[in-house]
């Protein structure tokens, strides 16, 4: 499995590199970086969650889907008990935006590209179970902790994101076994075929507009790139330990959490007024080195389990 991962890894590296290109050339903007962005997050990857349930009834998938919102649940507490132990609040530093960083994965984006290649629609369909996870906390505590209020208005917006009403729509599909017509899933198949390109390509564009010369100097980058992209992943392997279900669901959560930075972050930034250079900045550092981390944690769930 490893190897596939690494595999992956390599074609999601070299999609990266002709965003990187396609920027340098002039060819994107950075208003066309962002517009892409929304239509693979509304469009692109919300048709890929929704075929994943198209698929015949099984017991057994049921069951992993309830399996894999224990771990998910289980990968964030991780999450959260690392950022706020390791991260502690100084003045002059930006914690809510490196604690958020930490915390929330970019999930959608390099997770269903990487779970799409190792177990296809099936590892798909349990990673809803993660992005059910992922919106709800990013949408109720992370904004929480971005906005300084203690308000639940924003969960309002979970049941409006376009990820969360394809999980809804999709699970009825599922569990009344209604097939879409075979023009419309094919149609549906070809767009959710874009996924992997659109996403890495706007990652390698973003990447590109990031000083990596200057943020390279920043030793601060690196440390929290070892807590995202390494101590969490590990923690969350560890406890598979104490929790161990099918392999599948395991490494599809792992995966996830293992994804770097969620962009999340920056958006939320512009939002409320934070340095969302900052927070670029992690995302395309953390970006970057999770071509080679994320097999890493593959190589390393395989040795330990």
Known sequence: MAGIVLHQAIIMFILILVGVLCFKLNLLSKESVNQISGLVLKIVNPIVILMAYQKEYRPELVQNLGRTFILSLIAYIIAMAVAYLCIRNREGRETVIERFSCIYSNCGFMGIPLVMAMFGYDGVFYLTAFLTVFNALVWSHGVMQMSGEKSL?????????????????????????????????????????LNTPLAMIVAGATIIQTDLLKVFKKPRIFYLCFLKLLLIPILTILAFR???????????????????????CTMQCLNYNRNAAYASEIFGVTTLFSIGTMPLMMIIYETLL
């Open 153 to 193: 208005k924003s969960l309002i917006k979970v049941l409006r994101s376009p990820a969360i009403i394809a999980i809804v729509i999709g699970m009825v599909l599922f569990f009344l076994q209604i097939e879409l017509p075979s023009v419309v899933a094919e149609t549906f198949e070809e767009i959710g075929s």
């Open 242 to 264: 104490l929790f161990p279900f099918d392999k599948t669901v395991e490494m599809t959560v792992l995966a996830a959490i293992a994804a770097p930075s969620a962009a999340i």
